[in-house]
Structure formats: C-alpha cells, structure tokens
C-alpha cells in the first residue's frame, strides 16, 4: 500500500474547494478602481475624468496660490545664508539653511515659522505659537514637558500647504513661533499664573494664541488668560 501523504491531500482538496468557489461566483463585469478608468464610457474623456477627482483639484489650487511670501522667504535666505556653491544648478538654495526647507535640517519652530525674540512685535503677526513644558499636573505618568521640542520637531516635516482646505499658511496668514513659556517646576500655581500672563500678552496683542502643551492640567490658566 502506498504511503499516505496528508500534505498532497490537503493540497488537492484546497484546489478543488478554490475551483468550486470560482465557479459559483457571479461574474465580474468591472473591476473597481481608484483612478478614472479609461473603460468606463459615459462620453467624457480620461482626462476630463482627472480633473474631476479631489486631488486634481487641490493641485490646481495651489498652483493658483500666490508666492510672494515664499519668493521673499527665498530671497532672505540666500542674503543671509550666503549663495550656494558655484556646483548648484538651482542658485535658490543657500549655503546654510534658511527657510523651509530642507525639512529635515534647519532650527526647529513651528512649521518653521520665524522665531520671535522680542515679543513685544507679536501683534504684527496674526497668529502666535506658544510652548508650555509642564508636567506637574499629571497624576500618573510625566513626561508630556517635552511635547512643545516634539511637536516643533515633527512639524518641521510638514508642508504649510493642506490639499483638502486649498489653505497655505505661509501665504495666506501670518505666523511666528514665540518660543515656551517659563514654567514653575513643582509649582503649579505660579507656572498657572505664567501660563495666563503669557496668553493674556499674546491675546490683547490682536494675535491668535495657539498653545502646545504640557498635560492636560494647562487647559486652566489658557482659557483664564
């Protein structure tokens, strides 16, 4: 008697269950896609079709979007900077990174957007990024003191362009980063009173404060200043 081999049998009888399946299944009249398919004909064509999708149009927005603000952010960059290397093809680029980009180099703010030294000047922007590095209201696990550097570290990465807003930041607002306030270790009254002192600056300078925390404790001394 032959040897009984319970691999090949399960294998024959994986093929003839797989065989059964495709010959109960309804037929397929058209494969789903992602994309506009070139098949499907209801009298536009493929590329009428990809002008119609999200993307398309996101993409035509932002080339409708002014560069003033980055054709300036360019010019500082190679004024202060120094031009690039007589080997760069593209004379945009500087020899020290200014700007944007590259994302992954640079110092980091918010977006990188322009670090305020003097807050007296915040009410010339219309928008104010501020760091709160506290930790001293959580109950279980600290740690969130170091969220400000986190968040400006990743969203250094970011464009300040949003496809599905049609929004640029860079051009269609102004924005500076002011740097953390000045937190109280171990006390969270004080660091309270510094946190509501900042927001309060920030706000009655005609600025929009936005706020990086910090535990959730923070939440307190923003709304009450």
């Known amino acids: 008697m032959p040897p009984f081999n319970l691999r090949a049998l399960g294998r024959a009888a994986g093929v003839t269950r797989r065989r059964e399946l495709v010959r109960l299944a309804p037929p397929r009249t058209q494969a789903r896609q992602h994309h506009p398919s070139p098949f499907d004909d209801d009298g536009d064509s ?17 080339r409708d979007l002014p560069t003033t603000v980055h054709d300036k952010e360019v010019e500082k960059g190679l004024e202060h900077g120094l031009p690039g290397a007589s080997s760069i093809v593209d004379r945009t680029i500087p020899t020290f990174s200014r700007g944007e980009l590259p994302h992954f180099a ?3 703010t918010f977006m990188k957007a322009p670090f305020l030294d003097d807050i007296r000047d915040v009410g010339t922007y219309d928008v104010a990024v501020l760091g709160v590095p506290f930790d001293g209201g959580t109950t279980y696990r600290p740690g969130t003191r170091f969220g400000p550097q986190g968040i400006r570290r990743i ?36 660091t309270f009173d510094q946190i509501s002192n900042a927001v309060a600056y920030v706000s009655a300078s005609g600025a ?7 535990d959730h404790s923070i939440g307190f001394p923003t709304v009450r200043g």
């Open 46 to 62: 493929n590329a009428t079709k990809w002008k119609k999708t999200q993307g398309w149009r996101a993409a035509q927005a932002e």
């Open 106 to 108: 640079g110092i980091n």
């Open 155 to 190: 969203s250094a990465l970011y464009t300040p362009y949003n496809y599905e807003t049609g929004v640029d930041l860079r051009e269609q607002m102004t924005m500076c980063d002011v740097g953390d306030v000045f937190t109280i270790p171990a006390n969270i009254e004080k």
């Open 208 to 214: 929009m404060p936005i706020i990086m925390g910090g």
